[in-house]
């Protein structure tokens, strides 16, 4: 099936057999790459199987109401807003990073405790010296790309942004910065005499942290407030099953199961597209006033 209207002929026949009929499909008004489905009643999850089985690993979005530009936005890190792990190109300047990055694979995917994963990590990396982490940030980390647009568009409609991570505010504070983010919640790396400690200084900011983190910034915003949450690992999916908008980022299979949104592409603009914004609107910078 080669084309959009075949492949949406298919899928709508698929959901009237499991008694989903769409009521309504259409390309969006300014969004024309954007396709809209409306049913009167359904399952997200099964929704979501039988788009992909016509439509392929598609950039999606289900709501069970009108979708709206959310006013508060709760996003992950590392994966996320950047393309990188920043634990495991920190500990490469230790020649560890084969040994980290295998934690945390498996961390991310839930096979193992976020916390107890996090302080063996950072365990590993005692001794290194603070200026190493300086050396990643300039040399290794990168934003993914639409990073900043997504963030100054949705500031620009009147969305708070908030980036919520279970990485360290070493890396945080100057991505935040650079992307454009109204608030850094992330774990604290121990460094004495210019050298790490192995140790946290601090409570660990995990799943729990997250989700505590988006429940308060949605009851400052008060009731009605639409929230998004994006991450990739199986530490984001408390926030994601609370958020409005819950969309995986090329995610993990547990974290995308837990999404009702989705993101295949490599462009975060696309989640921009899936609420109607048109790229006549998108910024690149935003100036609080």
């Not at 997200?44 to 199987?49: K, M, N, T």
């Not at 190109?89 to 560890?96: M, W």
């Not at 647009?149 to 070493?170: D, E, P, W, Y």
């Not at 910065?177 to 992330?186: A, P, Q």
Request: hydrophobic share 45%; with cysteine; charged share 25%.
């Amino acid at each position: 099936m080669d084309g959009v209207e075949t492949r949406l002929d298919a899928a709508m026949k698929a959901c009237a057999a499991a008694d989903m009929p769409v009521a309504m499909a259409g390309m969006l008004d300014f969004c024309s790459d954007v396709l809209q489905l409306s049913l009167p009643h359904g399952d997200g999850r099964q929704l979501a199987e039988i788009l992909t089985e016509y439509f392929g690993d598609c950039d999606l979005l289900i709501s069970d109401h009108e979708i709206e530009v959310p006013r508060l936005f709760v996003s992950d890190m590392d994966s996320t807003m950047i393309g990188q792990e920043c634990i495991d190109e920190l500990a490469d300047f230790a020649g560890l990073k084969d040994k980290v990055a295998a934690i945390t694979e498996r961390a991310m995917q839930g096979e193992l405790d976020f916390g107890s994963a996090l302080k063996e990590r950072v365990g590993l990396l005692e001794g290194l010296e603070e200026s190493a982490i300086h050396r990643c940030l300039a040399e290794r980390i990168r934003p993914v790309d639409g990073a900043r647009t997504l963030v100054a568009t949705l500031r620009s409609k009147g969305c708070r942004t908030v980036l919520v991570t279970g990485g360290f505010h070493h890396f945080a504070d100057p991505i935040a910065e650079d992307l454009g983010f109204e608030r850094v919640v992330g774990n604290r790396l121990g460094v004495a005499g210019g050298k790490l400690t192995g140790l946290l200084a601090g409570p660990v900011s995990d799943a729990s942290t997250k989700l505590a983190t988006l429940e308060e910034e949605r009851a400052q915003l008060g009731e009605g407030a639409r929230v998004l949450a994006t991450g990739d690992g199986a530490n984001d999916i408390p926030m994601i099953e609370a958020a409005d908008y819950g969309i995986a980022y090329r995610a993990k299979p547990k974290a995308r199961d837990a999404a009702n949104g989705r993101i295949g592409s490599v462009h975060l603009t696309a989640i921009l597209r899936l609420f109607g914004i048109p790229e006549s609107e998108w910024v690149e910078d935003f100036a609080a006033g």
